[in-house]
């Protein structure tokens, strides 16, 4: 499995920004898809995961503010965040897990580069 993450960049807090992930399986079904993020000097953060039936589940630093969403038919996995504050700026990385129980908390089987989100004040 192979992930293409994209959609990082420059935005003023309290803006949006979209990151998009692509799947690349040769036919693996990916149980659960979402993101990790993790600043300067800061431990990896789960940010948000979703399964199949797009059942989501957020790190509490984002509840209410990020969206995830799958669409299975094209591999991909979206985050929309919303209302983005100074901690939020990290490099973020799409994650996912194939196996059959995944945990949603900790799906990192397959890694994405990363993409960079700053979020200025």
């Known amino acids: 499995v192979q992930l293409q993450a994209s959609g990082g960049g420059l935005v003023q807090a309290g803006g949006s920004l979209r990151l998009s992930c692509v799947a690349s399986?040769?036919?693996?079904?990916?149980?659960?898809m979402g993101w990790y993020r993790q600043a300067p000097g800061k431990e990896r953060e789960m940010v948000a995961s979703?399964?199949?039936?797009?059942?989501?589940y957020y790190g509490n630093s984002v509840k209410g503010r990020f969206i995830i969403s799958r669409d299975n038919a094209k591999n991909t996995v979206t985050l929309q965040m919303s209302s983005l504050e100074p901690d939020d700026a990290a490099t973020y990385y799409c994650?996912?897990?194939?196996?059959?129980?995944?945990?949603?908390?900790?799906?990192?089987?397959?890694w994405g580069q990363g993409t960079l989100v700053t979020v200025s004040a």
């Open positions: 994650a996912a897990c194939s196996q059959t129980l995944c945990n949603m908390n900790d799906f990192g089987d397959y």
């Open positions: 979703a399964t199949r039936g797009n059942t989501a």
């Open positions: 399986t040769n036919g693996e079904v990916i149980s659960v």
